[in-house]
C-alpha cells in the first residue's frame, strides 16, 4: 500500500538577529492540520509536527522520508510561519535558529527541497506555504515572489502558495472560538472539514479541487499554483460530508412497511448490496439485516434474511485437500501399509526361525543321547510314535535339518531389519 507522510511545520517565535517578528498562528494552523490529515477517514496521513524547531531537526527527517519514498507514495509538506529571502533572491522558510547573517545555514532553503524531490522516486510531493518573504507587515506574512518558477523545476512537485507576490498572506481570528489562524490554512480547513472543496460530490478532494475552491473564498489575496513538471492530481482527502449515501435511504423505509411485499423488496435490495457492492456498503447492509431479523414477522421474509445471513444450519461438505498435501497423505498411507505387511513378514519368519532353531537343538540332543530300548524289547506291544504339533511349511519341502543357522540365513534377517528400519525412518520424516 503506497504511503501518505505530512510533514506539518510552523514557526511562532524567531531569534532578535533573524530579523522577523513573531506570529500568533502556526501553532493553530499545525493543530488543525493535525487532525483532519491524521483522520484516517479524511487525510490518512502519517503526520509529523516540527513546531518552533530548528532546521536540522527538520530537514533530515524530510530527505529521509523521500530517500526512502517509492512511486505512488504521497509526501506532503505545509509551511507555516514567515518566508525570507537572501542575498541572491532565493527563497528560505524561517526556522527557531533562523539568523539573518547566515539565513541559507540556518533555514530551509526552498531550492533544497526541490533538490530532495528531484533525487527522490516519489512522483507526488505537495507543498503547501502560508507565508511570507519580508516579514514587514505586522499583521500579516507577505509572500515568495517569483522564485516560485525556479522552485517549481523539479519532477512531481505541486505548489501552492498563500497569495502572489504583491499581496501579504495575513493572519485573522475565528469567530467562533477566537484562534489566530493564517488566513489560507483556516480556509484549507474549512474547505476540507465541510467538504465545500468538492463540489461534485465524489466523496473525495482533489489537490485541484482545493486549488479551485481555495482561489474562490480566500478573501483579500489569491493562492498560487505551481506545477511546471508535475502530471496527475493528488488526492488530498476523502470528504465524509460528501460522500453519496451507502444505501438507498427510500429503500430501507420499506423496512417497517406493512405491506410484506414491500418488506421482501427491501431485504432482497440488501442482500444484493452484500454481494455486490464495496466493502463498507456491503458491512451496512449485513448489520441493518443483523438488526430487522429480530423485528421480522413475516415467515417467508424472515426465511429469506436468514437464508442470506447463513443463519441456517447446512450440512458442510468434507474438506478437500490440496493437490501437495493430498499427494503427501497418499504416500504416507503407501508408505504404512506397506510397513504393516514387512513387519507381519517379519514377524512370521521370525516366529519359524525360532521354531526351526528349537527343533534343530531337540535333533541334536537325540543324536547325543544314547538308543531308547524299543517298546517290542521290554514286551510291550508297539505303538505309533506320537505326531509332532509343528506345522507344515511348503517352503521346508526340500529342507532337511543339519544343525544351527549358517551365515546366509542370518545375514537375510539382518537385510530385512534394515530394510524396516529405512522404512519406520521416512515414514517419521
Keep these: 500500500m503506497a504511503a501518505r507522510v505530512a510533514f506539518l511545520i510552523g514557526n511562532r517565535v524567531f531569534r532578535p538577529d533573524s530579523g522577523l517578528p513573531a506570529l500568533r498562528g502556526p501553532p493553530n494552523d499545525i493543530a488543525a492540520l493535525s487532525r483532519i490529515f491524521g483522520d484516517p477517514e479524511r487525510g490518512g496521513f502519517i503526520v509529523r509536527e516540527f513546531l518552533d524547531k530548528p532546521h536540522h531537526e527538520i530537514l533530515p527527517e524530510i530527505e529521509q522520508t523521500l530517500s526512502h ?6 509526501v506532503l509538506v505545509y509551511y507555516s510561519g514567515h518566508g525570507k529571502l537572501d542575498r541572491n533572491g532565493r527563497v528560505c522558510l524561517a526556522t527557531a535558529d533562523t539568523r539573518e547573517g547566515a539565513l541559507q545555514a540556518t533555514s530551509i532553503p526552498a531550492r533544497h527541497l526541490t533538490d530532495l524531490v528531484n533525487q527522490s522516486d516519489c512522483d507526488q510531493v505537495v507543498l503547501l506555504l502560508d507565508c511570507c518573504y519580508s516579514g514587514a507587515v505586522d499583521d500579516g506574512r507577505g509572500d515568495l515572489g517569483s522564485e516560485m518558477h525556479i522552485i517549481e523545476d523539479a519532477r512531481g512537485f505541486y ?15 475565528s469567530l467562533a472560538d477566537h484562534k489566530v489562524m493564517g488566513r489560507f490554512t483556516a480556509a484549507l480547513v474549512e474547505a476540507i472539514e465541510s467538504g465545500a472543496a468538492d463540489a461534485e460530490r465524489k466523496g473525495r478532494i482533489l489537490l485541484s479541487d482545493l486549488r479551485r475552491h481555495l482561489g474562490q473564498v480566500v478573501s483579500g489575496q489569491t493562492p498560487q499554483f505551481f506545477a511546471r513538471r508535475a502530471s496527475g492530481d493528488p488526492l488530498i482527502s476523502l470528504s465524509p460530508a460528501t460522500a453519496a449515501p451507502l444505501l438507498d435511504a427510500t429503500i430501507l423505509a420499506d423496512l417497517a412497511a406493512e405491506n410484506w411485499h414491500r418488506r421482501l423488496g427491501a431485504v432482497s435490495y440488501l442482500l444484493t448490496t452484500m454481494r455486490e457492492a464495496t466493502l463498507p456498503a456491503r458491512q451496512v447492509a449485513r448489520t441493518t439485516l443483523e438488526q430487522h431479523l429480530s423485528r421480522e414477522r413475516d415467515i417467508e421474509v424472515r426465511k429469506q434474511m436468514e437464508d442470506g445471513l447463513n443463519l441456517r444450519a447446512e450440512i458442510e461438505p468434507p474438506p478437500i485437500l490440496q493437490p501437495k498435501l493430498a499427494k503427501k497423505t497418499h504416500k504416507r498411507i503407501i508408505l504404512a501399509t506397506s510397513l504393516v505387511m514387512l513387519l507381519g513378514g517379519l514377524l512370521y519368519l521370525g516366529s519359524s526361525s525360532l521354531w526351526q532353531s528349537s527343533e534343530r537343538a531337540s535333533s541334536l540332543s537325540a543324536r547325543s543321547s544314547p538308543p531308547r530300548a524299543l517298546a517290542t524289547d521290554q514286551g510291550l506291544p508297539l505303538s505309533r510314535p506320537p505326531s509332532s504339533s509343528r506345522p507344515y511349511l511348503p517352503n521346508e519341502r526340500n529342507r532337511t535339518v543339519s544343525g544351527p543357522l549358517d551365515s546366509l540365513e542370518i545375514g537375510r534377517l539382518n537385510e530385512r531389519n534394515r530394510t524396516a528400519k529405512d522404512i519406520i525412518d521416512s515414514l517419521g520424516r
Excluded: H, V, Y
Excluded at 505548489?159 to 481570528?173: F, G, M, N, P, R
Design 159 to 173: 505548489i501552492l502558495t498563500a497569495s502572489t507576490d504583491q499581496q501579504t498572506a495575513k493572519e485573522t481570528e
Design 69 to 74: 519514498a517509492t512511486p505512488g507514495d504521497f
